[in-house]
């Protein structure tokens, strides 16, 4: 009896103190901050709006803890209240406030992925084909409506409209989630997936700008095939922009694409690293990266940040990258 005893007991700490037990316990204190009883994720630091960006992300998260009940949620109000049902992909803002909280009919191509991606992870831990049906429609959506070819690239554009300009096409670079298109390209055996993945690649290690030798948030690709920071952003790497590391670590923690960060990140000290930097005028931001930015630093310089800590000063967007880091390392 005492053998078994304290078998059982040791088994019962394991668990409470797994890194599982752990990032379920940020999960709940991220659901508690920002999720809400109808499905939706509340981007706190902008105005309370949700996107799909947000769906995604938190629709993962719910997969990674086994949380079934959430994902329902979060997939059933994504998928009634953001679906377009013209072209299989979603609205990508919802704004509470306003008679219609959907004025912007584009997608955010980084939000569809995310969602295409939970789902796919959702059928392979829950076992429900429905799931894998969903994914495949959205990312068969994203192929006739988002990815082209372009000055010899294969590229995923931003949003269905607005982003192809003839003589030159916008890129998001934060929008190359390279994970998900990987799990896509082993799911369908379709070329395009590795071709996006090759050349996003090949277009990620062109992109570095000014001293600091990084992407900027937004840029442009002309019809020659030259980058340069897109005039209609700062030329700033910034908020966007941190999620890159993340992507490429996330994808392959040996990649190359990682040096210019590290090169980045390594000049200052961790609690003194700025939150931006401006390509053109190599202007730091006057206030330093926490929280989540800090969060895909520590990851990108082999520097585990361990089970995410949600604290009462992260908004939504500091939470989610906390969460997507512990995501990348599981």
Not at 94 to 115: F, H, L, Q, S, W
């Amino acid at each position: 009896m005492r053998k078994s005893t304290c078998a059982a007991l040791v088994v019962m700490v394991s668990v409470l103190f797994s890194p599982f037990s752990q990032a379920g316990q940020a999960w709940e204190n991220y659901k508690a901050r920002f999720f809400m009883p109808d499905g939706r994720i509340v981007d706190t630091g902008n105005g309370s709006v949700s996107h799909t960006e947000g769906q995604g992300f938190a629709m993962l998260m719910a997969v990674e803890n086994d949380d079934k009940a959430t994902f329902d949620k979060l997939w059933q109000w994504t998928n009634s209240t953001l679906k377009n049902k013209d072209n299989g992909l979603f609205y990508w803002r919802y704004n509470p406030v306003e008679a219609n909280p959907i004025t912007d009919k584009n997608n955010a191509t980084d939000g569809d992925v995310m969602i295409a991606w939970a789902l796919l992870k959702a059928d392979a831990r829950w076992h429900d084909k429905r799931y894998s049906t969903a994914s495949d429609e959205i990312a068969k959506a994203l192929l006739t409506h988002n990815v082209i070819r372009y000055a010899g690239y294969r590229v995923m554009l931003p949003g269905a409209n607005g982003f192809n300009l003839n003589s030159e096409v916008v890129l998001n670079p934060s929008y190359f989630v390279f994970p998900a298109w990987q799990a896509f390209a082993d799911r369908s055996h379709l070329q395009v997936w590795r071709e996006l993945i090759q050349d996003g690649q090949r277009l990620l290690g062109k992109m570095g700008s000014g001293k600091a030798n990084l992407p900027t948030d937004w840029v442009s690709l002309d019809a020659g095939g030259k980058l340069t920071p897109a005039k209609a952003w700062p030329p700033r790497m910034s908020y966007d922009a941190i999620r890159i590391p993340l992507y490429v670590h996330w994808f392959n923690q040996q990649s190359l694409l990682l040096t210019p960060w590290r090169s980045w990140f390594g000049q200052f000290s961790r609690e003194k690293t700025p939150a931006w930097v401006n390509v053109t005028t190599n202007e730091y931001a006057p206030y330093m990266m926490e929280g989540g930015l800090l969060a895909v630093r520590d990851l990108t310089m082999g520097q585990s940040p361990g089970e995410p800590d949600i604290t009462a000063k992260d908004d939504y967007y500091s939470a989610s990258l906390k969460m997507l880091v512990w995501l990348s390392e599981q």
